[in-house]
């Protein structure tokens, strides 16, 4: 009698497939409140690097390559007061420190990428870009690549498209503060928190905590660490609130399957 051959396990399903022109449409779409927040804080570096005294193409060189708003500050201020070279790249890699758990967190959702499109992904990684990825990722597992990468080059040319804006303007435009254009990345980032916790009484609840906490420690002399005190004590706060089956997520669920063989 010939042995019953089992049953072949069912194949993973694939990821959806959307047109390439829908796709980007909704990563343009999702980049532009970022774009708004972006194209001022540009600008102010852009006529902050020409006041300087950097040549347009230096500070557009920046603003391409480190793609980092606060490395970026904090190197134009070490350039103006003429520190070492290596006091520069030390200081910039001291501040973009956080993109390694920023990273290291998004980086199960890229499990199936090619190598390539990882370190394309990466170089653009920002805290905003983070921010709206991981909310986007939350809705929907299994996002098209072209969605992600319209949305990563539409913010990273914005970035770039007012720094040079900036650095033309930079003659007409002397106190940036005076103009509130610091104020715009954290109007942008309030903006992104309140459309991710409104409908999320946990989210809502670990936010009203941080920020009580931030103003808390401040007032109490704790100056330069409130914010990441604030941070760590409410996302441990909502850690312990969230039940244990949401903790660890199957990654099988999330990732896509590898593309042509590629290596992971």
């Given at each position: 009698?010939?042995?019953?051959?089992?049953?072949?396990?069912?194949?993973?399903?694939?990821?959806?497939?959307?047109?390439?022109?829908?796709?980007?449409?909704?990563?343009?779409?999702?980049?532009?409140?970022?774009?708004?927040?972006?194209?001022?804080?540009?600008?102010?570096?852009?006529?902050?690097?020409?006041?300087?005294?950097?040549?347009?193409?230096?500070?557009?060189?920046?603003?391409?390559?480190?793609?980092?708003?606060?490395?970026?500050?904090?190197?134009?201020?070490?350039?103006?007061?003429?520190?070492?070279?290596?006091?520069?790249?030390?200081?910039?890699?001291?501040?973009?420190?956080?993109?390694?758990?920023?990273?290291?967190?998004?980086?199960?959702?890229?499990?199936?990428?090619?190598?390539?499109?990882?370190?394309?992904?990466?170089?653009?990684?920002?805290?905003?870009?983070?921010?709206?990825?991981?909310?986007?990722?939350?809705?929907?597992?299994?996002?098209?690549?072209?969605?992600?990468?319209?949305?990563?080059?539409?913010?990273?040319?914005?970035?770039?498209?007012?720094?040079?804006?900036?650095?033309?303007?930079?003659?007409?435009?002397?106190?940036?503060?005076?103009?509130?254009l610091d104020y715009a990345l954290p109007?942008?980032?309030?903006?992104?928190?309140?459309?991710?916790?409104?409908?999320?009484?946990?989210?809502?609840?670990?936010a009203v905590l941080a920020g009580a906490?931030?103003?808390?420690?401040?007032?109490?002399?704790?100056?330069?660490?409130?914010?990441?005190?604030?941070?760590?004590?409410?996302?441990?706060?909502?850690?312990?609130?969230?039940?244990?089956?949401?903790?660890?997520?199957?990654?099988?669920?999330?990732?896509?399957?590898?593309?042509?063989?590629?290596?992971?």
């Amino acid at each position: 009698m010939r042995p019953v051959a089992a049953p072949a396990a069912p194949a993973a399903p694939a990821a959806p497939s959307a047109p390439a022109p829908r796709a980007w449409a909704a990563g343009l779409g999702q980049a532009v409140p970022v774009m708004l927040g972006y194209v001022p804080v540009a600008f102010a570096f852009g006529v902050l690097g020409h006041t300087a005294g950097l040549p347009w193409w230096a500070s557009a060189a920046m603003s391409a390559f480190v793609y980092g708003g606060s490395s970026q500050f904090a190197a134009l201020q070490l350039l103006a007061v003429g520190a070492a070279p290596y006091a520069v790249v030390l200081t910039t890699f001291v501040v973009n420190l956080r993109h390694l758990l920023l990273s290291a967190a998004i980086a199960p959702r890229l499990a199936g990428w090619r190598r390539r499109e990882q370190a394309l992904f990466a170089y653009e990684l920002t805290d905003e870009a983070f921010a709206v990825h991981s909310a986007q990722w939350a809705e929907r597992a299994r996002r098209p690549k072209a969605e992600v990468f319209a949305f990563n080059t539409a913010v990273h040319g914005s970035w770039v498209a007012g720094t040079l804006a900036g650095v033309l303007a930079g003659d007409l435009v002397t106190d940036v503060e005076a103009l509130g254009l610091d104020y715009a990345l954290p109007a942008m980032f309030m903006a992104l928190l309140a459309a991710g916790v409104v409908a999320d009484r946990r989210g809502l609840a670990v936010a009203v905590l941080a920020g009580a906490l931030a103003a808390g420690l401040t007032l109490l002399g704790l100056e330069y660490w409130a914010v990441l005190a604030a941070a760590a004590l409410a996302a441990t706060f909502g850690l312990a609130l969230t039940p244990r089956a949401e903790r660890l997520p199957a990654l099988g669920d999330d990732a896509e399957p590898a593309e042509g063989g590629a290596s992971r």
